[in-house]
């Protein structure tokens, strides 16, 4: 099932509509405004399933919708997502600020408290500024349509250093999938400081919809890095509300997962592609390891190397960092068998350079996608880490995050 990417051929997502408006949030932030606040609502009661950061520091709202998730997993009607503030480091008051501005929202749309979750990203460490909030709610319900229009302004506000928006569909035997996603840096596997929502209206039991989330996450979001740092605030989340009659259930499962994952894949690629100062996408390819586990510790050891990762911002084919970097990561391992490729051209083999045109090599760094292979010659198995490079503007945009 191909993924599309953008509104164009966006199918008809029954049941669902969405929302966004600027509630002067940012503003309140002494920022320039900007749409802020973003409502994702269904019709029906949803099965819902997430999977979050495994950051032991969990904003407000990851530890709200646990809850939630927890208690009430087929009963979702709505999501509520807010910019500007990350409503994380916030203590008892942004717990309760999360639970109000959910009250609201019930409120607001017609629905039980307990059927509505809440996300937020921003600056970690600030109160949500609770009047242009409630403000800001109450003014939602009018802005609710399921055009693509209004998937694209959902997809727009809840945006934060991302310079575009993210979104993809596809279908699956009549059902439909939507999904939106932020995130540009804090981006590391295990969930990354992102947020996503999938909508589809398939009927799934929360169950099974959980098992195909939590295997297209691993597959998907828990396989990209842009800085190496793992956010407060991360949240995947899928919505099924049933309602083109369309059922998911063990006979046909592993077709709508194939469909959930690809769609989860292009989503996590372009957080890469849109990374704070991004200027290559990278594709690291780890083979010839004894497992799959330790192929994905030694790539995110690569993908995180600050010197790995501003070689490839300088166009440098400096491949001795990507060995040493294989070496530090806690997997054993045997240099001499270690081979290494830039795109189709091999420049290591046993270890040890090959007489390679550093030219071309310089050619293949160079370029805006460059693919990876490092062979291990160890096994069998494999795994792939999406990465970027390391750039001037990264500093920048994060040495003023705030200011």
Request: glycine share 8%; proline share 5%.
């Amino acid at each position: 099932m191909p993924v599309y990417t953008g509104i164009a051929d966006l199918p008809t997502l029954r049941g669902f509509q969405v929302g966004a408006l600027d509630a002067g949030l940012y503003a309140h932030f002494g920022k320039p405004t900007r749409p802020d606040l973003t409502l994702i609502a269904s019709a029906a009661p949803c099965a819902a399933a997430a999977v979050f950061t495994t950051n032991l520091v969990k904003a407000a709202p990851v530890l709200l919708d646990q809850a939630r998730l927890a208690a009430n997993p087929s009963g979702i009607r709505a999501v509520l997502i807010n910019t500007a503030s990350a409503n994380a480091c916030t203590g008892e008051r942004g717990y309760a600020n999360a639970v109000q501005s959910a009250a609201w929202t019930a409120a607001a749309f017609g629905c039980a408290e307990d059927q509505v979750l809440v996300m937020s990203t921003g600056v970690i460490g600030t109160q949500l500024p609770m009047p242009r909030m409630q403000q800001g709610i109450a003014q939602l319900p009018p802005q609710l349509g399921s055009t693509p229009n209004h998937w694209q302004a959902a997809a727009q506000a809840i945006m934060t250093t991302d310079t575009k928006p993210k979104l993809a569909h596809s279908t699956y035997n009549g059902a439909a999938l939507i999904g939106i996603a932020k995130g540009a840096g804090m981006i590391a596997p295990n969930m990354a400081t992102m947020l996503s929502v999938i909508a589809t209206d398939a009927q799934i039991a929360p169950l099974l919809l959980q098992e195909m989330l939590s295997r297209a996450a691993d597959q998907s979001f828990n396989r990209i890095v842009v800085d190496g740092d793992m956010s407060t605030n991360d949240t995947l989340l899928i919505l099924a509300n049933g309602t083109s009659g369309v059922l998911i259930d063990e006979t046909n499962a592993r077709h709508f997962e194939a469909a959930l994952t690809e769609l989860c894949t292009v989503l996590a690629q372009a957080i890469v592609r849109d990374g704070e100062g991004v200027t290559k996408f990278i594709t690291l390819q780890i083979s010839g390891a004894r497992s799959a586990a330790e192929a994905r510790q030694i790539g995110n050891a690569i993908a995180t190397s600050p010197l790995v990762k501003t070689a490839f911002y300088g166009g440098d084919p400096n491949w001795g960092r990507i060995l040493a970097a294989a070496g530090r990561s806690g997997i054993a391992l045997d240099p001499t068998r270690l081979a290494l490729w830039y795109n189709d051209l091999q420049l290591v083999a046993d270890g040890t350079p090959l007489n390679y045109d550093e030219g071309r090599a310089k050619l293949h760094a160079q370029q805006a996608e460059v693919v990876v292979r490092l062979d291990l010659g160890a096994g069998d198995a494999e795994s792939v880490i999406w990465t970027c490079d390391l750039s001037h503007d990264y500093v920048s945009i994060n040495g003023h995050y705030r200011t």
